[in-house]
């Protein structure tokens, strides 16, 4: 379990959810124009509930995300 000054400044973006929670994200610019963007949901508590890598393309539109935690599924296209 994290704090929450720990993962405001690791994730730098976070945005309160109605039931106490929080989402917390960053993005990792690729080479060839996509864009991967790691999120982090918490409960009220900043116990992580789910963490996921999500795939856009270069113009912006989600195309992958892997769920890691609490069960990785793997990379699942998005249609």
Do not use: C
Request: no cysteine; net charge negative; proline share 4%.
């Amino acid at each position: 379990m994290g704090s929450q000054l720990a993962n405001e400044r690791k994730f730098g973006n976070w945005e309160d959810r109605p039931d106490g929670g929080r989402r917390y994200w960053y993005d990792v610019i690729g080479r060839n124009g996509w864009r991967a963007r790691y999120v982090k949901e918490v409960d009220a508590f900043e116990t992580t509930m789910r963490f996921v890598q999500e795939i856009y393309d270069p113009t912006g539109e989600l195309t992958e995300v892997h769920q890691k935690y609490p069960v990785d599924l793997g990379h699942r296209r998005v249609d």
